[in-house]
């Protein structure tokens, strides 16, 4: 089983260009997330989607999107990169409520 | 606003040594706590977790205690390894417009084990 696949591992992006990080689980939860991770701020919650064909904003989701067609791929598009969102991306699942979310290895995204 | 934070950025201990890292939290809403352990390179790792209704929960090796009190957390490590070396982060469940389980995390510890 291998729980959560993110891609591409890591990208280097030109600013303004339009990127989508993807995501998938094959474990059967109801709930994702996209997250960022930066040095001294911790792991950010960027959007969330319940269930699929629902999502949500978290803290941090001005200058990105996320889309959920199905339960297993949960991808985040970035419309128009800026350097600021140079960081490294992880995505989470999460099955019942109130149990631990699963994370993925991470995308480390550089914006130049 | 409310947030999850730490008191200290790094801790330092001799193999063999417990270790104790701290976490205040100020969401009094928030029910459900997870310890995270994240070593270079990769994903957050769950650790432990503990709900409101607890004080403290035992993991092979590892206690979190919840203070609900003083809104304070904290991981114990009995007999430190060198594998545990890493960052811990804490997290309290908090919804976002009655989603099932957005994490909130601290910033982090950084946990360095002397051999």
């Known amino acids: 089983i291998a729980g959560i696949t993110q891609a591409p591992t890591s990208q280097i992006l030109a600013a303004g260009r339009r990127m989508t990080l993807r995501c998938t689980q094959d474990?059967?939860?109801?709930?994702m997330y996209w997250y960022r991770q930066d040095l001294g701020l911790g792991l950010r919650l960027i959007h969330y989607s319940n269930t699929a064909g629902t999502t949500g904003k978290g803290e941090v989701p001005d200058g990105y999107s996320v889309s959920r067609a199905n339960t297993d791929d949960f991808p985040l598009t970035l419309a128009s990169a800026v350097p600021s969102q140079t960081s490294v991306y992880f995505c989470?699942?999460?099955?019942?409520?109130?149990?631990?979310?699963?994370f993925g290895q991470g995308t480390r995204l550089t914006v130049v | 606003g409310e947030s999850v934070g730490l008191h200290l950025p790094t801790l330092s201990v001799q193999e063999g040594d417990n270790s104790i890292i701290n976490c205040a939290y100020s969401?009094?809403?928030?029910?459900?706590f997870i310890w995270y352990k994240q070593e270079s390179g990769k994903g957050p790792q769950f650790i432990i977790d503990?709900?409101?209704?607890?004080d403290k929960r035992q993991g092979q090796r590892v206690t979190v205690l919840l203070n609900k009190t003083v809104k304070h957390l904290s991981l114990q490590i009995a007999a430190t390894q060198p594998g545990d070396s890493a960052v811990y982060f804490c997290a309290e469940n908090i919804g976002y417009g009655g989603s099932q389980g957005n994490l909130i995390f601290g910033k982090g510890t950084k946990l360095s084990v002397k051999p």
């Open positions: 474990m059967r939860h109801n709930a």
């Open positions: 989470a699942s999460s099955g019942e409520m109130n149990t631990e979310a699963f």
């Open positions: 969401n009094s809403a928030s029910d459900y």
């Open positions: 503990i709900r409101s209704n607890m």
